[in-house]
């Protein structure tokens, strides 16, 4: 009846336009990492470069698994991730956004969309595990209280341990820590959440809920799950693609059953856990027999 | 030899380093101040934790030291029969000097050390570093109030320690010693003045205040994240501030009394 205004037009054609940007978005990854070098700050300079040109890209809706063993720098891939530092060459964009271009403002804001799982868990020590879950909620949001309440609850509830909301960090076990951790870092329904070794010293059983925990928040809550670690096992059986890291490089990437499968005898050694092989069982060193001798003389 | 004066090129260039880094992080700091108002509550707590818990250790140093002075003061003063000036030599010695600086040197190292210890536990232990992932400024969050609070206790303190030693001297000088109970009180109230004496307290203790507080609190921000980089610092801590309160005192003194 009512002929279509060019004012109504216009609307309808940019918003079509809006969503096959909006799609065009949704394909690309979440995560896109270029040529990315970083080398830390030491007391008197820089120390030597830990990531020598390395790209990957971390894909919407996927649990991406980063192996390498420690002091890799994956860790500090993460906070590189988090815009906590920034590369000293290359690029690192999350959600189309290239950090090093963020002002404080606009990384603060990023980063009330990722959630990030520390290895020590990093609860607030004088905090029950309640107030803990509560803290970004409160910090960011001014909901009435009856809300963040029950928001509190509902991720609580998540993690399984409602129970134990009254409870202080000190008094949890190391598995319950991490995964009172997991709901602070779902709190605000972030876009991804970034796990730092979330199975290193557990126990089996803790292992096992973790991995279900990984797995099923990826799922319910649509999350882009990155897992740095070097559990081998545990990691490859939640992944849906995996990188491996090894002085500074990416020496491989591929769904898990490509990594399995991989021919390079590193690969093979880091998988395995074998002692001896390309990564020598001892540090370099002059050889043992020269050393006795000379102290012989 | 060029060795030796590298390597002390080198600490003094890291010793720079750190004091632009502490500048940085004072004004950090003290930027995250106006968002405290709505939450006053934060500061509350912190002056609960720093100011309450003080309170114990500067009491009784007060009570001691007052009558510490009024037993070395007696002993001077009788010989020039002059005895019934105690009360003026206590009050004066606490209020200008003593009490600004002892109650200061008691705080570095019972506030200023757990300051220290408490911050650069949850850097170690990364508390700092998730409350930057959770988009929380750490620095205006947990520092901010906690510098405060210490800025709004050590005056306050101060006045306790004041009080408390002049009720120590004249409990030595009055029922102990013999010396009349009327000349005591009223001479000191004729020769302690308002401006000079009480004033010159006052800012004295409100800039140790601001020094300790800022010492302790960027000595656990800037601690190395390990357990053995948080004993040192907490120990720098009460070597700095200590330093810090004597060196200012003698400046504030020759700048108040000097001309
Ligand atoms: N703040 C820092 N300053 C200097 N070096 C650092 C710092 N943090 C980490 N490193 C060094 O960087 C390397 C990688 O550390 P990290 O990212 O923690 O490795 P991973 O998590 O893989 O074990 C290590 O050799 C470590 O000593
Ligand atoms: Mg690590």
Redesign the pocket.
């Known amino acids: 009846m009512a002929k279509p205004t060019p004012q109504r037009k216009k609307t309808e054609s940019t918003r079509g336009r809006g969503r096959r940007r909006s799609q065009k978005r949704r394909a690309e990854p979440l995560v896109r990492i270029r040529d990315l070098e970083f080398s830390?700050?030491?007391r008197y300079g820089t120390?030597p470069s830990?990531f020598k040109g390395i790209n990957l890209d971390i894909h919407r809706g996927k649990i991406v698994a980063i192996l390498?063993?420690?002091?890799?720098?994956?860790?500090?891939?993460?906070?590189l991730i988090g815009g906590q530092l920034s590369a000293s060459a290359g690029r690192v964009e999350v959600d189309g956004e290239q950090l090093s271009t963020l002002n404080r403002k606009g990384l603060y804001r990023l980063r009330r969309r990722i959630g990030m799982l520390f290895?020590s868990g990093a609860l607030l020590t004088d905090m029950t595990v309640f107030e803990n879950v509560a803290f970004p909620i409160l910090e960011h949001t001014r909901l009435p209280g009856k809300m963040v309440r029950d928001l509190v609850w509902m991720k609580l509830e998540a993690v399984g341990l409602r129970g134990a909301e009254a409870l202080m960090p000190a008094e949890l076990s190391g598995g319950m820590a991490r995964r009172v951790a997991l709901a602070r870092a779902i709190a605000l329904d972030p876009m991804m959440v970034l796990y730092?070794?979330p199975f290193t010293g557990q126990d089996p059983i803790s292992m096992g809920v973790l991995m279900k925990l990984i797995r099923e928040l990826n799922q319910t809550l649509r999350l882009t799950s990155v897992v740095?670690s070097?559990d081998v096992e545990e990691t490859l059986s939640i992944a849906d693609y995996v990188y491996l890291?090894s002085e500074g490089q990416v020496v491989g990437k591929g769904s898990p059953q490509q990594i399995r499968q991989a021919q390079s005898p590193w690969i093979q050694q880091f998988l395995k856990g074998e002692p001896d092989g390309p990564v020598p069982f001892h540090y370099p060193a002059e050889p043992f027999h020269t050393v006795l001798m000379g102290a012989q003389e | 030899m060029s060795e030796v004066v590298h390597q002390w090129l080198l600490s003094l260039f890291s010793l720079f380093r750190r004091l632009g880094r502490g500048q940085f992080f004072l004004f950090h700091l003290l930027g995250g101040i106006p968002s405290l108002i709505p939450r006053f509550r934060l500061v509350i707590q912190q002056l609960y934790a720093i100011g309450v818990h003080s309170l114990t250790i500067v009491m009784v140093a007060g009570l001691f030291v007052g009558m510490v002075l009024g037993l070395q003061g007696y002993n001077t003063l009788v010989d020039f029969g002059a005895e019934e000036s105690l009360g003026v030599l206590v009050a004066l010695s606490l209020v200008r000097e003593l009490g600004p600086v002892v109650a200061a040197l008691l705080f570095a190292g019972r506030a200023g050390s757990a300051l220290t210890a408490e911050i650069g536990l949850m850097k170690a232990t990364e508390q700092l570093s998730g409350m930057e992932m959770m988009a929380v400024d750490p620095v205006h969050r947990m520092i901010s109030p906690r510098f405060l609070a210490g800025f709004i206790s050590l005056p306050l303190l101060t006045a306790i320690f004041t009080l408390l030693g002049v009720f120590g001297g004249y409990f030595v000088a009055v029922p102990l010693l013999g010396v009349d109970e009327g000349a005591f009180w009223s001479q000191m109230q004729a020769r302690v003045d308002f401006f000079e004496d009480i004033q010159s307290g006052v800012i004295k203790s409100v800039v140790f205040g601001f020094v300790v507080s800022w010492i302790a609190l960027f000595e656990g921000y800037d601690a190395t994240?390990t357990s053995e980089g948080v004993s040192r610092a907490t120990t720098r801590t009460v070597v700095h501030a200590s330093l810090a309160i004597l060196g200012l005192d003698f400046v504030l003194t020759a700048l108040m009394f000097g001309a």
């Open positions: 830390h700050e030491g120390c830990l390498g063993p420690s002091g890799t720098g994956k860790t500090t891939l993460l906070r290895q730092d070794e740095v070097h890291l | 994240a």
